[in-house]
Each structure stands twice: as C-alpha cells, then as structure tokens.
C-alpha cells in the first residue's frame, strides 16, 4: 500500500516544501496518512506542471485517492506545511479526509482558520478535525525566506 513513517508526517511534509523552494517552487509539502502508512508525499509543482491547481495537498489526494482505490480518504490524516487554501479545503472536505495537521498560517490565501473558513460553513458537508501550529517556526522562516528570494532582498 505505502511505507511506514520513519520521520515524523508533518517534518516528511517540511522536506518537501524545503524540496520545492530548491526547484523555485512555493515551500509547501503535504502527506497523506493511513495509519502509520505513507499514502501520498508530495510537493508545490505548479511551475514544473504549468499547473496552477498543482497545490501539494491537491496531488497528494490525488496519489492517495489512486492507491487507496475509493474515491475517498475517510480515516486519512493530512500533513501540510501550510494551511490550506480554498481548492484545497473543498477538495478535503470532498475526500473526507479526518483529520488536516497545518505547520504555518496562511493570513493571505488561507481558507481554514483564516479567510473563507471553508469547514464552518453550512453548506461545506464535511468538516475534518483540524490541528494547526505543529512545525510552524520552520515552515514560516522557509516561505519568510522564499519570498525575500522572489523580491531580490
């Protein structure tokens, strides 16, 4: 099915996205788990793919949607180094993923505790557990950094 974690899933998720900032890409990394299985670990690739709903949340639920083999991810945990934006809230919310671990805050884009604040909406049908902060101090000074790069500072 996958491989068992070795390294904790949400500094699995850090990697990637300190993966994606090396190929000029937002720092963001997500993983979906079963369990103590590995379903999907991936990155930003929206450059690579000339993909702008290339999100890592959005190809990590695709990879673990191919492997589990349901059309769901009910019973799944979600790590990604940063909180989800609006596709990839609704696309959670689709999956029925259980539960969303988020390193750092998005106050621009984010969609869960920031923004739209897609689970609390009534017409939003399925509202996973979220726990956010784990890893932010890391997460924060990767995207702080990036876009001091992207600007030329």
Same mark, same amino acid.
């Given at each position: 099915?996958?491989? +068992?974690?070795?390294?904790?899933?949400?500094?699995? $998720?850090?990697?990637?996205? *300190?993966?994606?900032?090396?190929? =000029? *890409?937002?720092?963001?990394? $997500?993983?979906?788990?079963?369990?103590? +299985?590995?379903?999907? $670990?991936?990155?930003?690739?929206?450059?690579?793919?000339?993909?702008?709903?290339?999100?890592?949340?959005?190809?990590? #639920?695709?990879? &673990?949607?191919?492997? @589990?083999?349901? !059309?769901?991810?009910? !019973?799944?945990? %979600?790590?990604? /180094? %940063?909180?989800?934006? $609006?596709?990839?809230? =609704?696309?959670?919310?689709?999956?029925?993923?259980?539960?969303?671990?988020? &390193?750092? *805050?998005? /106050?621009? &884009?984010?969609?869960? *505790?920031?923004?739209? @604040?897609?689970?609390?909406?009534?017409?939003?049908?399925?509202?996973?557990?979220? #726990?956010?902060?784990?890893?932010?101090? @890391?997460?924060?000074?990767? %995207?702080?950094?990036?876009?001091?790069?992207?600007?030329?500072?």
């Amino acid at each position: 099915m996958g491989m +068992t974690a070795s390294r904790s899933p949400m500094d699995m $998720a850090l990697d990637l996205a *300190e993966e994606a900032a090396t190929h =000029g *890409e937002a720092p963001v990394g $997500a993983v979906v788990m079963l369990g103590d +299985t590995i379903l999907a $670990a991936e990155r930003n690739r929206m450059k690579a793919l000339n993909d702008p709903t290339a999100h890592a949340e959005m190809l990590a #639920i695709r990879t &673990a949607l191919d492997k @589990r083999g349901s !059309g769901r991810l009910d !019973g799944c945990d %979600l790590y990604v /180094s %940063l909180e989800p934006c $609006a596709m990839c809230a =609704g696309a959670i919310a689709h999956v029925r993923l259980r539960r969303v671990y988020f &390193a750092a *805050e998005d /106050s621009k &884009a984010g969609a869960v *505790e920031n923004g739209v @604040r897609l689970f609390e909406q009534p017409t939003c049908h399925h509202k996973p557990e979220v #726990i956010g902060g784990i890893g932010a101090a @890391r997460a924060e000074a990767m %995207l702080k950094s990036f876009f001091r790069g992207l600007r030329g500072e």
